[in-house]
């Protein structure tokens, strides 16, 4: 992990694209703006787990999915 200090106002660029500034800092709080193309999604790390969870679950397949399936593979075989 690269570790940066950075004071309010002042920039960090990543790959010619992506510029996180320090806005403001208040306490334990830092705001920080990013500008980044529209193409580039941008999550809080809690809000991006949630999201990953989510898709996981609805590939899963379901309890009910798999029965069914076993019904229709045994009604094919009969």
């Known amino acids: ?11 960090i660029v990543i790959q010619d694209q992506i510029e ?10 830092v705001k ?3 500008s980044a193309p529209k193409h580039v999604d941008i999550f ?9 969870e989510s898709n996981r679950e609805s590939v899963a397949p379901q309890p009910s ?5 076993i019904h229709r593979l045994r009604g094919s075989n009969s």
């Not at 320090?22 to 334990?28: A, K, M, T």
């Open 1 to 11: 992990m690269l570790v940066l200090s950075r004071k309010k106002g002042e920039t």
């Open 44 to 52: 809080r790390k809690e809000v991006y787990l949630s999201i990953q």
């Open 32 to 34: 920080v703006g990013i």
């Open 65 to 69: 999915d798999l029965s069914a399936l």
């Open 20 to 29: 996180l500034t320090i806005l403001s800092v208040d306490g334990d709080t």
